[in-house]
């Protein structure tokens, strides 16, 4: 069975059990400012879980395209990827567990032909929130699941949601499809998550969780049920990985067609990541510096990086996008519409891309002359770190450079940088919302700086009683508030963004010493000096434009720092204005 059939089979199915299908709503969430993209077929449904009667009725069903950024990393086995689709049916205060778990049931056995023998479940195990839902498991077991392939357990792995911080969520049952019925009996998901492949999630939508983080009952129990097309099609195609089932052939044999050698992992990121950003493009997204636009930039450069990496050079994107296109246009129609668009979006990336290569491999030069200088023969971890956060270049590429320059590099010192940076991100949490400069990553490092460009551009215009009242950054903007009484005329902003944009194409160098507090007010750094600095302080200064107290971290070189925009001015409170601002 392929995809197009499955899919098909899947809404032929729910509508002979009276669901009404709908479409596959946009990848961008209309509406919700709080995830970039849409993670679930519920998500867009959150409305109508929490009450609001959705016009269609009260069951529902469909194959929603969804993307999922936080294992970026790590796609590139047989098992992560960023786009996938779901599908989906739900009860909205209709049906509850007995009809969910048995049409689900059915599904998986008679439509989709899993072998029931090899189908195991888990229910959640309770705990002071909610009880342990023996009522799913008994349902479970009147269908001929025995006893030994059901697994209660915990809320970190049976309970869904909410899709933010607050919203409706509640206790889950789980089926999986064990790959290995010969292997040990007392093997389970839980115990050997390889073995069994998670093909469904039944979730028992029974609570609101509150921003005080309590479980209040909700006004209609839904029910939220969610299947991976890719993992479903593996079951079906006898495959060991999504990249050789349907949804995948055709654009691995069109990476594979363009390389030379033998590379899976590198031919599995660019699938995964070629098919991600079709699909963000053609919603209208195009690269950028923040929000959407930063994951397609993102997605777009890990394919160019890693098309280096199998020997393709020069634009091959929009090449492997006509077999996205090919292969995913009869479910979701707006490819082939936007064709045109996405190869004319891919290209121009890609070709920004060698640029800030080029940039990158300037610097490399100007690191391996001073090793050279100093009649050393090894590039130093932090050196190596350096290229890789600020200018994007990973550790391989580096290597490349210096074998054919007959220099080392020290891996192991690099090893120990990034781990020292992962660990100060880690202790900084990674909320999107949370602010702050405890994200230490490229794109919070380039709008820091750009914060201490704006505050000396302010006060040049507006005069030195512009002082800083608060700070705020995330990886797609700056927020900036600053004392001043009044609105900003357009001319003000204009002349604002015009400093700023000089000071980054004029390339100042950064630098910062440490000094006593004194010293540093004497010398005119501007900070907060009532407050929070110990004795000894450090200061950056920005070319001669910019000195601030101020505990890093800044890119070397305001030039690493794009296009700055303002992009929203409004007042805060009395004599407090408030900039938003981006990098592009
Ligand atoms: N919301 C659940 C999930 O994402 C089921 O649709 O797994």
Redesign the pocket.
């Known amino acids: 069975m392929d995809a197009n059939t499955l899919r098909r089979r899947f809404l032929d199915f729910f509508r002979q059990h009276d669901h009404a299908v709908i479409g596959s709503a946009p990848l961008i969430p209309e509406n919700d400012p709080s995830v970039l993209f849409t993670?679930?077929?519920?998500h867009p449904l959150i409305p109508f879980l929490l009450g609001e009667p959705h016009p269609a009725g009260r069951r529902l069903a469909n194959f929603q395209k969804c993307l999922r950024t936080n294992d970026i990393e790590e796609v590139g086995d047989a098992a992560h990827l960023t786009f996938f689709e779901?599908l989906?049916n739900w009860s909205l205060g209709d049906y509850w567990k007995e009809q969910a778990i048995r049409l689900n049931y059915t599904l998986f056995t008679e439509v989709f032909g899993h072998d029931p023998e090899r189908l195991h479940v888990t229910c959640f195990a309770g705990d002071a929130d909610a009880p342990r839902d023996d009522e799913a498991a008994a349902i479970w077991r009147s269908l001929g699941i025995p006893e030994r392939r059901i697994t209660f357990l915990s809320k970190v792995d049976n309970w869904?949601?909410p899709a933010g911080v607050t919203g409706p969520c509640g206790p889950?049952s789980e089926v999986f499809f064990d790959t290995n019925p010969g292997g040990p009996s007392d093997e389970t998901p839980a115990s050997n998550p390889q073995r069994f492949w998670e093909i469904g999630?039944n979730?028992f939508m029974a609570y609101d969780k509150r921003a005080d983080g309590s479980y209040v009952p909700l006004a209609q129990c839904n029910v939220?049920?969610?299947i991976g097309l890719e993992r479903n099609l593996m079951v079906i195609q006898g495959v060991s990985s999504a990249f050789e089932t349907d949804v995948f052939a055709p654009i691995v044999e069109a990476i594979l067609r363009q390389a030379r050698g033998e590379d899976p992992f590198a031919v599995r990121v660019i699938a995964d990541h070629v098919r991600a950003a079709v699909f963000v493009l053609a919603e209208g997204v195009r690269p950028g510096n923040s929000d959407q636009p930063y994951i397609a930039r993102r997605l777009i450069r890990r394919v160019s990086r890693y098309g280096r990496r199998i020997g393709i050079n020069g634009p091959f994107l929009a090449r492997l996008a006509e077999s996205v296109v090919a292969t995913l246009s009869d479910a979701y129609p707006e490819l082939s519409q936007e064709s045109t668009q996405i190869y004319t979006a891919l290209d121009d990336e890609e070709r920004r891309f060698q640029q800030t290569l080029a940039r990158g491999e300037r610097e490399f030069e100007r690191a391996a002359e001073q090793v050279r200088a100093q009649d050393g023969d090894t590039l130093a971890g932090q050196t190596i770190f350096h290229l890789y956060d600020t200018f994007g270049f990973p550790l391989e590429l580096t290597e490349d450079l210096a074998r054919e320059q007959g220099l080392t590099v020290d891996r192991p010192g690099f090893e120990a940088a990034f781990a020292a940076h992962q660990e100060q991100s880690r202790q900084g949490g990674a909320g999107r919302f949370k602010g702050g400069l405890a994200e230490r990553n490229p794109a919070t490092t380039r709008l820091h700086t750009a914060t201490h460009l704006l505050q000396a551009a302010l006060r040049q215009v507006l005069g030195p009683q512009v002082e800083q009242r608060g700070s705020n950054i995330t990886t797609e903007r700056l927020r900036f508030d600053f004392s001043y009484g009044e609105r900003l005329t357009p001319e003000q902003i204009a002349t604002v963004e015009g400093i700023v944009n000089e000071r980054i194409v004029g390339d100042l160098a950064v630098h910062w010493s440490e000094m006593r507090l004194e010293e540093a007010r004497q010398r005119g750094a501007l900070g907060l000096f009532e407050e929070r600095y110990g004795e000894t302080v450090k200061v950056y200064a920005i070319g001669d434009v910019s000195l601030e107290v101020c505990g890093g971290p800044h890119v070397e070189h305001t030039g690493d720092l794009g296009r700055f925009r303002i992009v929203k001015e409004e007042a805060v409170a009395a004599g407090v204005r408030r900039i938003k601002a981006v990098l592009e």
């Open positions: 993670t679930a077929g519920m779901m989906g869904w949601g889950d999630n979730v939220d049920v969610g």
